[in-house]
């Protein structure tokens, strides 16, 4: 029986289909997920803005009334006193309103309701006695008080803010109060009307009963409204937002927010569809995006069969030069994208690794001071060639325990090993971490402070001294440090000078009566060390 050949199919051809296929599929995947995570976003992010921004109205409006209060609250106390004094009060309720621009009108009103004076006087209400709701309740109460939106003796609609007024005995005189109109021209109207409205967003300020306070539409101003909150008597005393309909229908983003004081509600609306009117746009964006990126990865397959092998050759190409300096760099950036690539590459830079790891270690254990784990001298003079070479300025320190060589002979060398360790720990809880701290040798310490001036170092060594001081050490006690400090300009000076001047500093603080800080300068001679006896 004669068998057809089948036809071969190389690897290339392959991969382009592989490709092709992944394209058309990851595309429709993106087209979906994008205008899902899009139309959440959108939705969440409207929500999110219109809760702040609600809560910010919120708090401004709450700052307000709080910042009222206080206003009536002094004219108040003012007139404690002098409470039967016309002329007084007249000035009181005038300054009041032309001063703080918080009210429409003031008025003072006694324990019997009798207007005893107003601003401004065109109102003539001066000698009448009030009747209306927010006036009952602000002599029934007899408490600072925001009241609900009522109908003004002038027939206005407005919020009445009051404090009440008591004298040096305690005795009820009245109260002194302000009116916010609703829908005349105020400093609420003009808080409120300040915020930018976009896109359709609607501004609504009800109080409990879901009377609209404010609207960009003075129209609805005064009037009752159907709850636009879901579960509204839980909502109107929280703050969030929610996903709700209009009377309408129409599908809308909610936040909103509570003003506690005068037990308002802040919402900002905007509708859904308004929200989600830039996801088509969007979506087409994606598309003309990723059209380019798709065609470019179909002309890209067409080549993948030969970098296929161009990882293995570069791989097997650098195996043999593992011992040159950037030998790890040039491997890691060898770009293995397929499993068995990466297992080589992995296992090369993981020996190149552990080879360094262990050269590290011995050059560590070489500059290490084995006590206190401290650089040696052979560590700091790596520091100070980095330091010579940078031109970088620098700060020095050194350090002495003070009478250490008694330490030992009374306690022994376990407690002056013991003390040279607890001393080390100090350096190296307040060095900064550019700071390197050395041990010298025996009980002598050296600190690096790059970039430290004068008053800098200074600090740092008062502070090391103090705190070596109060840092008591079983079995010795108190340990003190006499300090040297220098510093180094790079165009001044070559280094050993500046380590030679920290010594002599350290020698005049020895010689001074230890525990001392004294720095090295020209006027060294007369300064005065920070010591303590």
């Not at 397929?338 to 080879?355: N, P």
């Not at 300025?393 to 009478?403: E, Q, Y």
């Not at 070596?468 to 300009?489: F, H, N």
Request: net charge positive; charged share 20%; glycine share 6%.
């Amino acid at each position: 029986m004669l068998r057809l050949p089948r036809p071969k199919t190389d690897l290339r051809t392959l991969i382009t289909l592989l490709a092709v296929a992944s394209i058309v599929i990851t595309l429709a995947n993106s087209l979906y997920a994008a205008w899902r995570v899009q139309r959440e976003q959108l939705i969440t992010n409207t929500l999110e803005a219109n809760r702040v921004y609600a809560a910010k109205l919120a708090a401004s409006t709450g700052q307000f009334f709080q910042q009222a209060q206080s206003q009536l609250a002094w004219s108040a106390t003012e007139l404690s006193d002098r409470f039967d004094d016309e002329a007084l009060l007249q000035k009181e309720v005038e300054r009041l309103r032309q001063q703080t621009n918080s009210f429409n009108s003031v008025v003072v009103v006694d324990a019997a309701g009798w207007v005893r004076a107003i601003s401004p006087e065109s109102l003539t209400l001066k000698g009448m006695q009030l009747h209306t709701d927010s006036a009952r309740e602000a002599l029934a109460r007899r408490t600072a008080l925001i009241g609900q939106p009522s109908l003004s003796a002038a027939n206005n609609l407005i919020v009445f803010v009051s404090r009440p007024v008591w004298s040096a005995t305690g005795s009820y005189l009245g109260y002194i109060g302000g009116t916010i109109y609703l829908k005349r021209k105020s400093i609420l109207h003009e808080l409120l009307l300040s915020q930018f409205y976009r896109d359709g967003t609607q501004l609504y300020v009800l109080n409990r009963d879901n009377r609209v306070l404010y609207h960009q539409n003075g129209q609805l101003v005064g009037k009752k409204i159907a709850p636009l909150l879901q579960q509204d008597a839980i909502a109107y005393a929280s703050s969030g937002y929610q996903e709700v309909t209009d009377e309408r229908g129409v599908p809308m983003l909610a936040g909103y927010a509570h003003v506690p004081d005068s037990d308002w509600t802040i919402l900002v609306l905007k509708q859904t569809s308004v929200t989600l009117a830039p996801l088509s746009s969007l979506l087409f964006q994606v598309i003309q995006h990723s059209l380019p990126l798709a065609l470019m990865t179909l002309a890209a397959a067409w080549l993948l069969a030969r970098l296929i092998a161009m990882p293995l050759w570069q791989l097997a190409r650098k195996a043999g030069q593992m011992d040159e300096q950037d030998a790890a760099v040039e491997i890691s950036r060898i770009r293995s994208w397929y499993f068995e690539a990466s297992q080589i590459k992995r296992a090369l830079l993981s020996g190149i690794g552990l080879m360094q790891t262990k050269i590290g270690q011995l050059k560590s254990e070489a500059q290490t001071d084995p006590l206190t784990q401290l650089l040696n001298r052979r560590g700091l003079q790596a520091v100070l060639d980095y330091l010579a070479t940078t031109r970088q300025p620098f700060a020095v320190l050194a350090l002495d325990i003070d009478h250490f060589k008694q330490v030992n002979d009374t306690w022994g060398h376990g407690a002056g090993d013991r003390v040279i360790q607890q001393v080390a720990q100090q350096l190296k809880s307040y060095a900064r971490q550019t700071d390197v701290a050395c041990r010298s040798g025996g009980e002598e310490f050296l600190m690096i402070l790059p970039g430290a001036d004068h008053d800098t170092a200074m600090k740092m060594a008062e502070r090391l001294r103090q705190a070596t001081q109060r840092q008591a050490i079983d079995p010795v006690g108190e340990v003190t440090l006499s300090i040297g400090v220098s510093c180094w300009l790079s165009d001044r000076e070559v280094i050993a000078s500046c380590f030679r001047r920290a010594d002599e500093a350290l020698y005049r603080a020895k010689r001074g009566g230890r525990n001392c800080v004294i720095a090295a300068a020209a006027q060294s001679e007369n300064e005065t060390p920070l010591c303590e006896s």
